[in-house]
């Protein structure tokens, strides 16, 4: 505490008080002029003779007298060598001020104890420059002594010894003023020698450093005779060397008995603590708060299959090989989670730890944070212990129960609650669940006829058949003797499902060969979805149950959904299919351009390269239509590699008729996955002549939530090209918004939906600013979509919003018509 207030005030001084200047002259008109000059520079006192000054510089105390040589009574020479004889004034500067300039009196000036000399007339301007200098000099010397005086204070104060010996071993300073540390206070102190008051420990080395010459040693003792309860201290000695010989030693002493102590108490307990953790039952692990192993006890070394001294130093998951039971992949260490999260966190269930000898047991319990007394982290502990036979024999019992006999798949009481949870979650996230019912064709005769061992067999290859046309989110379960159902949790489009039910049709009709024989089935399919026709679990079966009866009424080795307008709905995908396959083959894909204006001058700066298809009847096709379906077929790439065709053969025909239209190209989520994506943009540019920084691609959030590093590098690759990247509808996807600072973004585009609400919903109003503000700070251009009014311009304008686009505006075009709009 009184370090600390001594260290409060060190090097706080503020002088407040004016600089003090005396003028001694005895002509009045001189004693005018400078006190005019140097008024403003302090508090002026003005003297007419050498008696009246050396009286007044003892009350006045002044910090500079001006003093005139040449006075009647007493002269400055010898004004001056009495101020310097008295100690109460023999610090203030003396400026003499002389008419005469010769050597003479230059040398009397400064052998009487003047600073320095002005030569009559003076020169008002130097006059007060040096009158400056030398207040600043005074400013500085009264700084210099307060600090020294300070720090005087503060080696007193410290809970340090300090002294300082010479280079014979004689103390020449020490702040033990209480006689705390030895028996002599600082002052009695003074003149010993070390070898007689320091202890023998010490004292060899204290010699040793200046007979060897070791300029710093630092060493811990524990001292014969306990002083104060001071029993062990740290000393450090160092010693002062000047141009290379010593001139003194500087030696210090801590007191680090309570380290010490507390140290050995630790010591101790962490003894008993160890011994008890070896001891348990349970396999414990210890870490630091960076999960670096520091303890494992004899369970865990058998557990992990590692020896305690080889895992310590690695890192936690290193040693735990931590896996999920069921599929295998690597599981989060808990420990990692409590010391992220601080907290107690159980470990994960169907967690199985892979041992270094290949070992795998089932093992669960629970991680949590180790804190000091401070409450801070410090490491964390994971104790944990095998529990592979109950688990096994947990298992074995539930899967029988919930598992067919047969088959081994999912039987009705499984599948049941599959399809409860399969609802609830598509009700929540509004999605869609597709079930199927397939019936085998005609079994029963077979059954009859081959006996039941065959029809067994059959209905094995049949479940290996359709288990290997399906991923692992989709359930296989067999529900009756030949009747098995799949269940589509999450239903992408309608396309998905016919997909799969004439794959499952096809893959049927191809023969089964059991014991050296073919034997030829087919299948009979119901389709049902919900929300689309089916409300619950139960009418997910029934509506299949009676669409897989359709199917048979309609001659079998088909399929039927429940819904005729789904029936409908998948006629008009094939047609709609069939159509982009042939626009594509034919190269019938047409382009239309929507200009991007600046919008503070609507200066046309750029276009949106969007895909248009027509039927046959030369009509539109609404986009909404025909993307989402080129996506789930795969002519997602195709498609969009003729756009960035003709988008850059288009903007290099522009930039050649002298105009600089960056054309901005939709990239799909899909043609992300294509390793091969930035090479054919690089390619494109090439074929084309477009120069780069003419082409901006522009990806949805929902794009950049795939593989973090996989989609990092891909927009690194295409940025280097030297094109820009957009982030298209931004605000409507789910993407973080590290990933602005994260990826080479250029540009962010507004959403239409909130452009279009903007004026009526203080929400979108809010959002559109908050973009709009965000792209400002991360120094990224913004585009608004879908500017309809004159109203959105102007706000858009106001809220600094630089490009748009919209029908307020202009409508998307073909190239011609845009063409036209340039010339």
């Not at 000047?242 to 801590?254: A, K, Y």
């Not at 088909?558 to 069939?578: A, G, M, T, V």
């Not at 195709?638 to 988008?647: D, T």
């Amino acid at each position: 505490m009184i370090l600390k207030e001594a260290t409060e005030v060190l090097f706080t001084h503020q002088e407040n008080k004016p600089s003090k200047i005396m003028v001694v002259d005895d002509e009045p008109t001189s004693l005018m002029i400078m006190l005019e000059a140097l008024n403003d520079l302090g508090e002026i006192e003005c003297v007419d003779n050498g008696a009246e000054a050396l009286k007044k510089a003892v009350l006045f105390q002044p910090d500079v007298i001006l003093l005139d040589i040449e006075m009647p009574d007493m002269d400055g020479f010898e004004v001056c060598r009495q101020l310097k004889n008295n100690p109460i004034t023999q610090s203030i500067s003396v400026i003499f001020v002389t008419s005469h300039n010769g050597q003479k009196f230059e040398y009397q000036s400064f052998a009487s104890g003047g600073i320095d000399l002005i030569i009559k007339p003076v020169d008002l301007t130097i006059c007060r420059l040096r009158v400056q200098n030398q207040l600043k000099i005074k400013h500085q010397e009264r700084q210099i002594l307060a600090a020294k005086n300070d720090i005087s204070t503060l080696v007193e104060q410290v809970p340090v010894y300090i002294s300082y010996w010479s280079k014979t071993e004689e103390n020449l300073f020490s702040n033990d003023e209480t006689a705390h540390w030895f028996a002599k206070s600082s002052e009695q102190m003074l003149g010993c020698f070390a070898k007689d008051v320091l202890p023998e420990k010490l004292y060899e080395a204290f010699h040793r450093c200046i007979t060897e010459g070791i300029e710093q040693e630092v060493l811990n003792i524990q001292l014969p005779s306990p002083r104060n309860r001071i029993e062990y201290v740290r000393a450090q000695i160092n010693l002062k060397v000047i141009e290379q010989e010593v001139t003194g030693v500087i030696l210090t002493l801590s007191d680090i008995t309570s380290i010490t102590n507390t140290k050995k108490q630790l010591s101790n307990e962490s003894e008993r603590l160890r011994v008890m953790l070896n001891s348990i039952g349970d396999a414990v692990i210890a870490t630091d708060n960076n999960a670096i192993i520091n303890f494992m006890n004899p369970i865990a070394e058998r557990l992990t299959g590692w020896h305690a001294d080889d895992a310590k130093g690695r890192h936690i998951e290193e040693v735990m090989n931590l896996v999920d039971a069921s599929s295998n992949t690597r599981l989060v260490n808990p420990i990692l989670v409590a010391l992220k999260e601080h907290r107690i966190v159980a470990m994960a269930l169907n967690s199985q730890l892979v041992g270094f000898d290949g070992r795998v047991h089932r093992v669960e319990d629970s991680a949590a944070p180790i804190r000091d007394i401070e409450n801070n982290i410090i490491g964390g502990i994971i104790v944990f212990h095998d529990v592979s036979e109950s688990v096994a024999m947990a298992v074995k019992m539930t899967h029988l129960a919930n598992h067919d006999l047969l088959t081994d798949l999912p039987n009705r009481v499984l599948l049941h609650d599959r399809v409860v949870h399969a609802c609830k979650v598509a009700s929540s996230m509004k999605k869609s669940v597709a079930l199927m019912l397939i019936d085998i064709d005609h079994f029963k005769y077979l059954n009859d006829t081959l006996g039941h061992h065959k029809g067994d067999l059959i209905i094995k290859h049949v479940a290996n058949r359709l288990e290997s046309l399906l991923d692992l989110n989709t359930t296989l379960a067999r529900i009756g003797g030949d009747e098995f159902v799949v269940l589509i949790p999450d239903v992408k489009s309608t396309s998905n499902v016919d997909s799969i039910a004439l794959e499952i049709i096809n893959t049927m009709a191809m023969p089964f060969r059991i014991d050296g024989q073919d034997y030829n089935l087919s299948v009979s399919v119901g389709v049902s979805m919900n929300p689309n026709d089916s409300s619950t679990a139960e009418e997910l079966m029934t509506h299949a149950d009676a669409a897989m009866y359709r199917a048979k009424e309609q001659g079998r080795n088909r399929f039927c959904y429940y819904s005729d307008d789904l029936e409908h709905q998948f006629k008009q995908r094939q047609s709609i299919e069939k159509l982009l396959r042939n626009a594509i083959e034919h190269e019938e894909i047409d382009v239309y351009y929507q200009p991007k204006l600046a919008l503070a001058s609507e200066e046309i700066v750029g276009v949106e390269a969007l895909v248009r298809l027509r039927d046959e009847n030369n009509n539109l096709v609404s986009p909404l239509d025909f993307i989402p379906l080129a996506e789930e077929t795969g002519l997602i790439h195709a498609l969009g590699l003729s756009v960035l065709k003709q988008s850059c053969a288009a903007a290099k025909d522009w930039a050649d008729k002298g105009y600089k239209i960056k054309v901005a190209v939709n990239i799909a989520a899909k043609q992300f996955t294509d390793k091969n994506f930035c090479n054919t943009v690089a390619q494109t540019l090439q074929e084309t002549g477009l120069p780069s920084e003419l082409l901006e691609l522009e990806v949805t959030e929902s794009a950049l939530m795939h593989d973090f590093e996989e989609i990092k590098s891909m927009l690194n690759n295409l940025a280097s090209l030297g094109l820009a990247i957009a982030i298209d509808d931004f605000g409507t996807g789910y993407s973080s918004l590290s990933y602005l600072k994260l990826f080479p973004v250029d540009v962010l585009k507004i959403d239409q939906s909130f452009i279009r609400d903007m004026l009526t919903d203080t929400q979108s109003m809010d959002i559109v600013r908050t973009i709009t503000s965000l792209a400002h700070t991360l120094n990224l251009q913004i585009v608004a979509e879908g500017i309809e009014e004159k109203a959105h311009l102007e706000s858009l304008i106001e809220l600094g919003c630089e490009l748009g686009q919209g029908y307020y505006f202009y409508k998307p075009m073909p190239k011609e018509a845009f063409d036209a709009l340039l010339d």
